[in-house]
């Protein structure tokens, strides 16, 4: 068929229509990109493939949460790309997922043999998923386990930022100090905790001014009590941040040692999506498997236009028996261009 014929029959309109029920964005894809077949083998087995998704959908069908479209994510790691925590984890999640598919069909390979041979196909490395969700939170935060040296490095930062904060809220109880505060508070400036100091009492709090208000009536100083402490921080949050970039590092890595084995196995998904939204579609169209020959015969019974919603007139057509030739005459909206379509 070409593709004005296509184009007349609305091919692409049953296109849409399948794509619809697919669950993955590949899956949607590999239904747009579908052209009609002529090899009777071809057929048949998709066919078969329908008919088997059609018997699994009213046993419960597949497991399809947790799968996510990670292909441009892959395709970063496969560049050497540092990956998000927000990005390694929905490869996990799909990497689980897939596992959930396969296993969903592993042992049914006498009620589901062709759907059960996609499903084999798909191969994952259970141990991707469990790294990724070791070292990281659901939240998308390193865990502080993910490395023995990330548990140390954030247990100090806590003690020293802790020591931070009891000084100053010692000033700020303090009568002395807390006559010159904007407010009784502590706050936080370029990473620094600081103290809200009223513009005109600069030189009472000896300290380092790292910001103003905008009205200018407040300085917020870093007293000179504190510094020591604060720079501590600041070198011990610069070696966790160099700590959590070096574990993402190695989480990428991962990814990109698995990335054609994940982006094989996605493809192999997809394909089960597309088994399956064929036949989600054929059983919300009441469709039928149709007995094909190489005869040159067609017989229709009942048979019904796709695209045609509400109360539809079926339509009884033989052609290849008795005669090879057909005419169809009648009145206009009489069915002819239906009747042809079909």
């Keep these: 068929m070409d593709a004005k ?22 899956g949607k894809e590999l239904a747009l990109s579908l052209h009609p077949q002529t090899e009777r083998e071809a057929v048949e087995a998709a066919l078969a493939e329908t008919e088997e998704g059609v018997r699994l959908l009213e046993q419960g069908g597949l497991p399809w949460g947790g799968l996510v479209d990670v292909r441009p994510v892959l395709q970063r ?3 050497g790309g540092l990956l998000a925590p927000e990005e390694l984890l929905a490869v996990a999640s799909t990497a689980e997922a ?3 598919l396969k296993g969903a ?18 191969n994952v490395d259970p141990r991707l998923g469990r790294e990724i969700r070791r070292c990281l939170t659901e939240g998308g935060e390193v865990d502080d386990g993910a490395s023995p040296e990330l548990g140390r490095l954030r247990a100090r930062l806590r003690t020293v930022q802790n020591r931070v904060r009891e000084r100053l809220e010692e000033l700020v109880r303090s009568a002395e100090v807390r006559r010159y505060l904007q407010e009784p508070v502590v706050t936080v400036r370029n990473g620094r905790l600081v103290l809200p100091v009223r513009q005109e009492c600069r030189g009472q709090v000896p300290g380092v001014v790292h910001d103003a208000s905008a009205s200018g009536a407040t300085l ?16 011990l949050a610069a070696r966790e941040r160099e700590e959590v970039e070096r574990i993402l590092r190695v989480l990428s890595d991962l990814v990109r040692a698995q990335a054609d084995l994940l982006s094989e196995s996605l493809e192999r998904a997809a394909r ?40 539809v007139v079926p339509i009884d057509l033989r052609l290849g ?4 030739l057909l005419v169809l005459t009648g009145p206009n909206t009489g069915g002819k261009t239906v009747t042809l379509k079909t």
């Design 105 to 122: 069909l592993a042992h049914r390979g006498a009620d589901f043999p062709l759907l059960s041979a996609q499903a084999r196909a798909i």
């Design 5 to 26: 014929t296509l184009t007349l029959l609305e091919y692409d309109q049953i296109l849409q229509l399948l794509a619809a029920q697919a669950v993955t964005g590949r």
């Design 272 to 311: 089960l999506d597309l088994s399956l939204a064929k036949a989600r579609l054929a059983a919300a169209q009441g469709a039928v498997r149709p007995r094909l020959n190489t005869c040159g015969r067609v017989n229709l019974h009942s048979a019904r236009h796709p695209l045609l919603t509400g109360e």
């Design 321 to 324: 028996e008795e005669f090879d």
């Design 98 to 100: 897939l596992e959930r």
């Design 220 to 235: 917020f100083v870093e007293p000179l009590a504190v510094v020591e402490l604060n720079n501590q921080a600041r070198t």
């Design 77 to 79: 790691a496969r560049l």
